[in-house]
């Protein structure tokens, strides 16, 4: 097994850390138009973890633009991506290789977030907070998209 196999996985921890919610949001997604992981996920194939997810990932979209809203490396944003991350890593992983998956989306997104943190605040200082949350809004769920669509498997 070679590192190109949790490609994926490592991909969708990199979506985590801009946004916890969306890796499980877009699963949850292709949940829905009956695509399968290569790895387990058990959680999503659940109507109320699936719309459950579905809610909460746009809830964050909506959230992020709020003047109150905390930054991702708060605990409780720390902990949610560490969450998504390794769930999500774990069901993009090759069957047999679901906690590696986690284990490398983990990794990817706990140090990525106080990247993003940093490359989000910048961009604040010159465009504002809603544009900069907007565009990066678009390419973070337009990643987390493309990454679950190339990783998953019509049904």
């Given amino acids: 097994m ?9 991909l969708i921890g990199a979506v985590a850390s801009a946004r916890s919610m969306t890796p499980m949001a877009t699963l949850a ?24 997810a579905l809610a909460m990932g746009a809830g964050e979209l909506v959230g992020d633009k709020m ?3 905390p930054d991702r490396t708060v ?10 991350a390794g ?8 069957q047999g290789r679901e906690r590696a998956g986690a284990a490398v989306a983990v990794a990817t997104a706990v140090p990525l977030a106080y ?7 910048k961009a604040m200082a010159h465009i504002g907070q809603t ?3 907007l565009i990066e809004d678009a390419l973070i769920v337009a990643a987390g998209a493309a990454v679950v669509a190339l990783s998953t498997k019509r049904a």
Wanted: net charge positive; charged share 20%.
């Fill in 2 to 10: 070679n590192i190109r196999n949790l490609l994926s996985s490592a």
């Fill in 29 to 52: 997604a292709a949940r829905l138009a009956e695509r399968r992981t290569p790895g387990q996920l058990v959680l999503l194939d659940r109507p109320l973890f699936k719309f459950g």
């Fill in 67 to 69: 003047k109150t809203a």
């Fill in 75 to 84: 605990f409780l944003g720390l902990l949610a991506r560490v969450m998504s």
């Fill in 87 to 94: 769930i999500a890593g774990a069901a993009l992983a090759p």
């Fill in 115 to 121: 990247l993003t943190l940093a490359g989000r605040k």
């Fill in 131 to 133: 544009r900069s949350g």
